[in-house]
């Protein structure tokens, strides 16, 4: 049994109204999507702008209802579960966004934002969870010196890297992450990405890693997954997918990566950082 089972599932959302309110038009955002994803293990979810991958990210975590389809989360239905129930098994999934200025509260501190869900989901009192944030931190790379920042005070990068934190806070099995480089620096990027990977095999992390560039998942996917108009077109080991890929929609994603620089890149950055290095 796989840590993720998703069977098909589907969403539409209504587009238009007539006079009166009544939905006349639907965008079919997903339709009858099925994969699983084992324990440590990284699938990525690749595709074109619309392809609906954010949605089956979202799906998976019930943040949007599905129209149909099943979602198995360590042997539980997602789909099925009652409010309280799915609190709890929401410690185990936790989601990354594409943007950290808009998923953190610009009134927290960096020590607040990474410290509660220990607040809702323990009873650790103050000390206990401000241990808990320095260590957290310490493993994304950003000092103590920055647990009574705001947001404002930090950078794209480093507010990611709280963000990722604060993701790992309840010791998940698997984060869905959502584009998690997309709205950083370039400079950066290559940074967090080696900074997710490096975590995913200290920790044994499952992530199910939406991204629209197949340059960026080479290096941290072992499976993908590719996505078109709503539907899976191919899936595959990434080396596969690289290699020799089936449909010609997956060669033309691949045609997409302007040149091999990038990617070497990557692989290069990946040797001289690490979490402990000066944060991006
Ligand atoms: N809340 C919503 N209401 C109406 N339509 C929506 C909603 N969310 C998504 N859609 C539509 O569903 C389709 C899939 O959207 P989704 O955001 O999942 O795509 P995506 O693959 O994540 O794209 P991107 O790479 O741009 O993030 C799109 O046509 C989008 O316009
Ligand atoms: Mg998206």
Not at 93 to 121: C, G, K, N, W, Y
Not at 128 to 141: C, F, I, P, S
């Amino acid at each position: 049994m796989s840590l993720l089972e998703v069977a098909n599932l589907s969403k539409s959302f209504s587009t238009r109204r007539d006079f009166l309110g009544r939905r006349t038009g639907w965008t079919h955002a997903v339709h009858d999507v099925s994969f699983t994803l084992d324990a440590g293990e990284c699938l990525a979810v690749v595709g074109e702008s619309g392809a609906g991958k954010s949605t089956v990210g979202r799906m998976v975590l019930r943040l949007i209802e599905p129209d149909s389809g099943t979602v198995t989360f360590d042997g539980e239905n997602v789909l099925s579960a009652k409010p309280h129930r799915l609190r709890e098994m929401r410690r185990a999934m936790q989601m990354i966004f594409q943007d950290p200025h808009s998923s953190l509260d610009p009134r927290m501190t960096v020590a607040d934002a990474v410290t509660e869900p220990l607040i809702v989901h323990t009873d650790l009192d103050r000390t206990a969870r401000q241990r808990r944030a320095g260590e957290l931190l310490d493993k994304v790379g950003i000092g103590p010196r920055y647990l009574g920042r705001y947001p404002a005070e930090l950078s794209g990068g480093q507010l990611q890297r709280v963000a990722i934190a604060r993701a790992l806070t309840l010791d998940p099995k698997m984060i869905v992450c959502d584009e998690p480089v997309a709205a950083l620096d370039v400079s950066v990027r290559a940074q967090v990405l080696n900074l997710l990977r490096d975590l995913q095999e200290e920790l044994g992390l499952a992530y199910l890693f939406v991204c629209h560039d197949l340059a960026l998942i080479e290096v941290i996917a072992d499976r993908v997954l590719v996505m078109k108009s709503g539907e899976v077109v191919e899936t595959g080991f990434t080396t596969q997918i690289y290699s020799d890929p089936e449909e010609d929609y997956t060669r033309a994603l691949l045609a997409a990566i302007p040149d091999p620089i990038p990617r070497s890149r990557v692989f290069r950055a990946s040797s001289l950082s690490s979490p402990t290095r000066s944060p991006g």
